[in-house]
């Protein structure tokens, strides 16, 4: 006899009656089909992140898909040897107290593409400032038109504890402008603290430095950071949430920033979007609010991406006038080939003042993986 609970008390039930033979092959085959579907769209929701995770810039982010598809056991031998390998490039399998070189890379690309302003000038060649009509000398214009070179790079990362490494970084770009037989440099340095704190929450601690030289101009720029961020699985995705503090470079002083990011691996494709807060610099013209979100999928063999980015500036002065700036633009990029991605940029700034008011437009086709 079956029973059921009705409050303080058991009250009987009628047996169910026994289900005939055909009714019971019916519903196991149902079962079997239904387990079969529900089989078969954990490892398509699988496939789908593992071949997406490569479209994200984020390693955590690209292991934790690969480790979704782990524990749902769908990760075949090739994957496995790639989740091992990323495994190790970020300390883990270093114990406590070892220092290990984990990560090495060097890297040559040729630089190819469309420079709006090649010798740091002027962008307009006429300002209109209350009625008077101002011309630009024509050798602080700014030139643009076609740039060849190269860029190089260099990273290495040693472990001192799982999931503990330093990071060195180096990189420059070289560029020649055979219209106006000019070049243009610039180069990076950095050095960063990554660390796993617990489960998958980790802290990175950052320095960077810039330098960049131009023909009209040679500038400098610094930036120090610490970013919380954590790794997690939500549905039929894995994304990535982090928050961020910067002190950043000026020319009127050291400004701070909040930044706030969202990364998203999903079934169609990679998604993501930031928030920054600048704070005031009193007498300097920095950024104040910057809003920016893209999204890359693979369709067609090729990989794609769209970004779109608004951002507000303001303090300062012009020609006597508070400055406050507003720009905002959208780029679009496609892998011609493995290794290869072509970019178009367009970009458009308004601001009480008016040398900043222009529109600009970038083309490049950017290199990558001759040389590792």
């Known amino acids: 006899m079956m029973f059921r609970w009705t409050g303080s008390s058991l009250a009987a039930i009628r047996m169910p009656r026994r289900k005939s033979l055909r009714g019971r092959i019916r519903a196991a085959f149902v079962g079997i089909c239904l387990a079969g579907l ?4 954990a490892a398509a929701d699988s496939s789908d992140l593992m071949r997406n995770a490569f479209l994200s810039g984020s390693e955590r982010l690209r292991l934790r898909a690969f480790g979704t598809a782990f524990e749902a056991g769908h990760l075949g031998a090739t994957e496995t040897l790639f989740m091992r390998r990323e495994l190790l490039a970020q300390g883990y399998g270093v114990g406590p107290g070892q ?12 630089v190819l593409g469309w420079d709006g302003n090649i010798n740091g000038g002027v962008l307009q060649d ?11 000398d024509p050798a602080f214009r700014a030139k643009a038109g076609l740039v060849l070179g190269g860029a190089g790079g260099a990273m290495a990362r040693f472990a001192w504890g799982p999931g503990r490494v330093i990071e060195l970084t180096a990189g420059g770009e070289l560029a020649w402008s055979p219209r106006h037989e000019i070049v243009r440099a610039d180069a990076a340095f950095s050095l960063c603290s990554r660390n796993h704190v617990q489960d998958w929450v980790f802290l990175d601690l950052c320095a960077l430095g810039t330098r960049s030289w131009r023909e ?25 949430a982090g928050l961020r503090y910067e ?7 050291m400004q701070d920033r909040l930044r706030l990011s969202l990364e998203r691996i999903g079934r169609a494709g990679v998604s993501d979007i930031a928030l920054t807060l600048g704070a005031r610099v009193e007498g300097t ?8 979100a893209g999204y890359s ?23 006597g006038q508070p400055r406050a700036d507003r720009s905002h633009g959208f780029g ?15 970009m458009s700034s308004r601001s009480t003042a008016a040398i900043a008011d222009y529109d600009q437009i970038t083309f490049d086709i950017r290199f990558s993986n001759l040389l590792r």
Do not use: C, Y
């Open 38 to 41: 529900a089989a078969g769209q």
């Open 99 to 110: 220092l290990a070189l984990t990560a090495r890379r060097l890297s040559f690309a040729p």
């Open 126 to 136: 006429r300002l209109t400032i209350g009625g008077l009509v101002l011309e630009a």
């Open 216 to 240: 009209l101009d040679t500038s400098n720029a610094h930036r120090l950071s610490a970013e919380l961020s954590k790794v997690f699985a939500t549905g039929r995705s894995v994304q990535e």
């Open 247 to 253: 002190a950043v470079s000026t020319s009127g002083g």
């Open 285 to 292: 013209t920095v950024l104040r609010q910057r809003i920016e």
């Open 297 to 319: 999928w693979a369709r067609a063999g090729r990989d794609w991406r769209v970004d779109l980015w608004h951002q507000r500036a303001e303090g300062g002065a012009f020609l």
């Open 332 to 346: 679009v990029s496609a892998s011609l080939r493995p290794g290869v991605m072509l970019r178009l940029g367009v």
